[in-house]
């Protein structure tokens, strides 16, 4: 405790450079399909820039680099141990996520969202998002009947929870007083990869089911082809 907060700081950086190099020592770091998502996901935002028809639009479309930039920055976090901020940024990235679809649709929560720093609620963009007048409206536009749920409603609940329960405290997700508290362990980061792919696939699916993008999609990525198609 009689440390200087530059001392603090320098062996802070130290555990974190041996954590990256554990991570780099890894046979196989199971990235593959997160970076092609993480493509697909800026791939999607570059699409719809093409074909924005309203000003609105061009905020929507800023959100896919922002989910893309975050999830860049959320693997890092992981593969130095800093699971609690890679789980926060995860957390971000699946309510932006299911945002960028709510608000494509939406000027006036765009506006209000852009200029008075309105909340948006996750279970309400959902609830709306699989609506059976929201899906008779995309089947219209697209021309042809779309009655599968955009997002798996549950699962994304799901997920949120236990990402809000990071956010928020909760006293079961304190690690502080563990043994090997913020040094890298192999499962932990496969545990948190295992769902950072879960949260970008529902993504990826619900934005090709949504926009009917697929070809445009595949032929900027198109590693996406064989796990999309």
Known sequence: MNKSPKDIMIELDDKFKKNFNSWTALKESNLGKTFISLQCIAGVGEILNSKKSSKHHGICCSVYDEIF?????????????????ANIVLRRILELGVAAVYLWDMPHEVY??????????????????????????????????????????????????????????????????????????????????????????????????????????????????????
């Open 69 to 85: 930039s975050d999830g860049v920055l959320a693997v890092y976090l992981a593969s130095n141990a800093m699971d609690k901020p």
């Open 112 to 229: 209000s969202w852009n200029n008075y720093d309105q909340d948006l609620s996750f279970s309400a963009m959902l609830t709306h998002l699989n609506s059976k007048g929201y899906l008779a409206y995309i089947s219209k536009e697209h021309a042809l009947p779309i009655e599968a749920d955009i997002f798996p409603a549950s699962k994304c609940q799901q997920i949120y929870g236990a990402l809000s329960d990071v956010v928020h405290g909760k006293i079961t997700t304190f690690e502080s007083s563990l043994p090997d508290r913020f040094v890298f362990a192999e499962h932990d980061w496969r545990t948190f990869i295992n769902l950072m792919e879960e949260v970008l696939v529902i993504l990826v699916k619900a934005y090709l089911l949504r926009y009917q993008i697929s070809t445009e999609l595949f032929q900027k990525v198109p590693l996406a082809k064989k796990e999309f198609n």
